[in-house]
């Protein structure tokens, strides 16, 4: 198929653009110290000689997943480790990175040659295979638990790795990508003009089948679930593209390319999930109004987005956070003079009493327990707006009582994806505490224990 040398160099200029700049050099090192990334050499079968570099942070779980972490074209794995918030998310939720990195240096994955479409064919997936095996044979790493994410031709990777080792990954999340298989030109390293450009459309049973007939044939186990993402004025990888994943991964995971749920968890996002009948998402879907190639944002919610959807931020059974959640601007504890359901939250002195002590549940719910009763932080009525009051209520489940206590200080609304935020960046006794849009500021600062 026609290589685009114009388009490729497009991709290389936006990717530097955006701070995919060429790779740190790497140094070889014999182990993987805690809170550090490190080189593992010699770590298997590895026929295009990709490095491998593992981030094991310094609360690691017991028996901790893995989340295989993919650059884009002119990227390599250490900057995507210092650029992006996998690092710090693997901090707080104790699993393990692995951010491998092409050979040559900077260049794209392979997602286009035949041995690379086929598991255990050959080139790059092999060696990405060995990492994973690697890190759950030397570092605990649980094989049950693995998963892949990737930005640009990582995402592309993302969606051939879910292709062709369904038996392996959980889930998966492809920011900028395209679908399996549509950059196939049978060539290593091949540049499709017509795909980037978003102009390869098929059948939702089309893309399916080739997931099914070519990735891993006879295969008819469980199918990870899938995320994927795309800004709408995106002109290296056409936004095109997003469309035609939603309907692969839909068609493979069999459920109805009709969303389930359609909402707006942020400005300018449109999400749309899919769930199978017993109403479990199954394939999640990000547009997002105005955002070309430049995805995930660095300090933004949406790599805790991909953690959360894959279940990387789940407490271990047993585990969970206990303490008062401060506002870390006013120096207080988020409290409530009035502990009853319907009570709006307010921040306090801290005293260490019990309607200051909060558990984080496995649930990502946020639990206070006062005179035996145990009530759940809750977006009032299941509010989306800027304004909305965060109150206690009795615990339900639902997604306006699931939060997220994300890397950079704030703590969003899985449902809503607004910030928990100090009114009018008040300090005083009494302040209220309601939702808004996160801005960064001073007042959306919590730390939890």
Known sequence: MFRSRSLRSRLVGAAAAVGLTLGLGLQAAPRADAASLTQITDFGTNPTG??????????????PPILLALHGCQGSGPYLYSSQDFASLADRYGFLVIYPSTNPSGSCWDVSSDQALTRNGGSDP?????????????YGGNPDAVYVT????????????????????????????????????????????????????????????????????????????????????????????????IKQWTDVLGVSRTPSATDTPASGWTRTRYNNSAGATQVEAYSLAGLGHELPVKGSTMAATAIHFMGLDAVPS???????????????????????????????ACNGGASQTWTRTSSNQLTVTVGGSTLCLDANAHGTANGTKAIVWA?????????????????????????????????????PVQLWTCSGGRNQQWKLG
């Not at 092999?126 to 030397?138: I, P």
């Not at 200080?409 to 994806?417: A, K, L, M, N, R």
């Open 126 to 138: 092999v060696g990405l295979m060995s990492m994973v095996t690697y890190a759950e044979q030397h």
């Open 50 to 63: 990709l490095a491998m570099h593992l981030y094991v942070p310094g609360s690691v779980r017991a028996d």
């Open 318 to 348: 047993g585990g969970g956070t206990t303490g008062p959640l401060r506002a870390v601007d006013a120096g207080k504890c988020l409290t409530g003079s009035d502990t009853a359901p319907g009570s709006q939250q307010q921040i306090r």
């Open 395 to 431: 615990c339900n489940g639902q997604a306006n009582q699931q939060w997220l206590l994300n890397p950079n200080g704030t703590v969003t609304g899985v449902q809503s994806g607004l910030c928990l935020d100090v009114a009018g960046l008040a300090t005083a006794d009494g302040t």
């Open 150 to 245: 990737g930005q640009s031709s990582g995402a592309m990777m993302t969606n051939v790795m879910l292709a062709d080792y369904p038996d392996v990954f959980k889930a998966g999340a492809a920011f900028m990508g395209v679908p399996y298989h549509c950059f196939r030109t049978g060539t290593v390293r091949g540049w499709n003009s017509a795909c980037a450009q978003g102009q390869v459309s098929a059948t939702p049973q089309q893309w399916g089948g080739l997931v099914r007939s070519t990735a891993y044939p006879g295969y008819t186990g469980p199918r990870p679930r899938v995320q994927v993402w795309h800004g709408t004025t995106d002109t290296v990888l056409s936004h095109n593209n997003l469309g035609e994943e």
